[in-house]
C-alpha cells in the first residue's frame, strides 16, 4: 500500500516526509523537473535581525524527500486517471510518452499549489515582466535568495522603489475579491532588507489594506525605519525608467503621479490553472475563490487537499496542515 501525493511544493513533500517518518511508503508525482514548488526559490529575509519570514522551517526537506527509500520520486510527471475506491485507488500517471499505472493506492493527497497573479494574466495595472526595474513579488524573493552570494544590484542601487501591493488581489475586475494573506509580510520583509542595506533608497508601500504580520506595532516600527505608506489604489504604470505609477489617493481620492527606479508587484495567488482536471480525476469541488475543496470527510473519500491547492496560506500553515493531514491519513490507514 502507498499513498499519492499530487505535487511536490512544501506541501506535498512535508506531507511525504511526515508518512514516511510513520511508516507509510509514499508515490510524489511532481509535474516540474524538480521538487520544492515556489518555496524553493526564496531567499532569507533577515537584515539586522531574524525577520521571521518561515523559511526556516523548510531545513533540509527537500534533501530528505530526494534521498529517502519509501518515496517513489516521478518528476515530470502528470496522474492522468484514478480508479477504485478509497483504501484501493489505482492511479495512471503519464511521463513523457510512457504511461505507468500505480495499484495499491490508499488514500491521494492532492498538494497541486497555485500560480502567482503576474502568471495568471491579470493585473489591476498593465503588468510588463520585460522592463527592467519592474520585477514581481517571486523576482523580489530571487533577489533576497542571491544576495547571500552577491550584493542585490550589480550596479547602482535604485533610487526609489514602489511597491505595488494587493497585486491580481482584492479587484472585482481581476475576479479575485480575497486577500492572498501573504504579499503584506514577504514584501514588507524584503523592504526592510533593501532600507538595512540601502539606508538612502526611498521605499514606498502602496497599499489598499494591511495585514497583521507580526503581533505589536509591525507597520509603525516599519515606518520608523523610514518606509513610507500611502493608502491608494493604483490607476497604471508607465514604463521608464524612470518608471512613472498613478494612483489615487485614499485620504482625498487625489490621481498623484510618481516617479521610481523600481517597481515591484506584489503578487498573490491565484487558482493553479490544472486544478479543473485535477478535481475532475480526484472527485473534488472548489471553493468560492476556485481553489480546490474535498467534497466530504477525506477519511470517507480517500482524497485530501494540501497547501495553497486549497487557498491562500504562509509556510508554517502549510507545514502544520500538511503533518495533520499525515497523521489523519495515519490514523485511518493499516
Ligand atoms: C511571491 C511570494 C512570496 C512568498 N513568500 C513567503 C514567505 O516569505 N513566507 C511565507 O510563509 N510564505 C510565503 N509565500 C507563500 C508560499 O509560497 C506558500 O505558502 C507555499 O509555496 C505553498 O506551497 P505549496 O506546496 O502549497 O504550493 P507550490 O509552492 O505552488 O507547490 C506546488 C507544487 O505542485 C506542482 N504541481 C502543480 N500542478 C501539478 C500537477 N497537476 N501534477 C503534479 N505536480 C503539480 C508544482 O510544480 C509545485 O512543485 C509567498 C508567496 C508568494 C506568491
Ligand atoms: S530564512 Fe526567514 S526565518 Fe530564517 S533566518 Fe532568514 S528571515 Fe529568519
Ligand atoms: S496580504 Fe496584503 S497585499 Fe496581499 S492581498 Fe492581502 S492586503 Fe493585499
Not at 537584515?47 to 516521478?74: F, K, M, Y
Not at 469541488?285 to 496560506?313: H, M, N, Q, Y
Request: charged share 20%.
Amino acid at each position: 500500500m502507498a499513498v499519492l501525493i499530487v505535487g511536490g511544493g512544501l506541501a506535498g513533500c512535508s506531507t511525504a516526509f511526515e508518512l514516511v517518518s510513520r511508516g507509510q511508503n509514499v508515490v510524489l508525482v511532481e509535474s516540474a523537473s524538480t521538487i520544492g514548488g515556489k518555496v524553493r526559490r526564496y531567499g532569507c529575509k533577515a537584515a539586522d535581525r531574524c525577520l521571521n519570514c518561515g523559511l526556516c522551517l523548510v531545513g533540509d526537506l527537500w534533501n530528505q524527500v530526494e534521498s529517502h527509500p519509501q518515496i517513489q520520486l516521478r518528476t515530470e510527471t502528470e496522474l492522468l486517471d484514478v480508479m477504485g475506491a478509497p483504501g484501493s485507488f489505482s492511479a495512471v500517471v503519464r511521463h513523457a510518452d510512457s504511461l505507468d499505472i500505480f495499484d495499491g493506492i490508499s488514500h491521494i493527497v492532492v498538494a497541486s499549489g497555485f500560480v502567482e497573479s503576474s502568471r495568471a494574466a491579470v493585473g489591476a495595472v498593465e503588468y510588463s515582466h520585460q522592463a527592467p526595474g519592474i520585477i514581481t513579488g517571486l523576482e523580489l524573493e530571487q533577489l533576497m535568495s542571491e544576495r547571500r552570494r552577491a550584493a542585490l544590484w550589480d550596479g547602482e542601487p535604485p533610487k526609489s522603489v514602489a511597491f505595488l501591493q494587493c497585486f491580481g488581489s482584492r479587484s472585482l475586475r481581476d475576479r479575485a475579491q480575497y486577500c492572498s494573506r501573504v504579499c503584506c509580510s514577504y514584501a514588507s520583509r524584503a523592504a526592510r532588507v533593501l532600507k538595512h542595506y540601502y539606508p538612502d533608497t526611498r521605499v514606498v508601500f502602496l497599499h489598499m489594506e494591511q495585514q497583521q504580520v507580526e503581533p505589536g506595532s509591525y507597520w509603525q516600527s516599519l515606518e520608523a525605519d523610514g518606509i513610507e505608506f500611502v493608502r491608494s489604489r493604483p490607476v497604471t504604470v508607465r514604463v521608464g525608467p524612470p518608471h512613472t505609477v498613478l494612483y489615487e489617493r485614499s485620504v482625498d481620492s487625489t490621481i498623484v503621479e510618481e516617479s521610481f527606479d523600481m517597481v515591484v508587484f506584489s503578487e498573490g495567488m491565484y487558482p493553479n490553472p490544472d486544478g479543473e482536471r485535477l478535481a475532475e480525476v480526484c472527485r473534488l469541488s472548489f471553493s468560492d475563490e476556485g481553489f480546490l475543496k474535498a467534497v466530504r470527510d477525506s477519511s470517507e473519500t480517500g482524497v485530501s487537499v494540501v497547501g495553497c491547492a486549497g487557498g491562500p496560506k504562509r509556510i508554517e500553515e502549510v507545514v502544520a496542515e500538511a503533518l495533520q493531514t499525515a497523521r489523519g491519513i495515519c490514523g485511518g490507514v493499516r
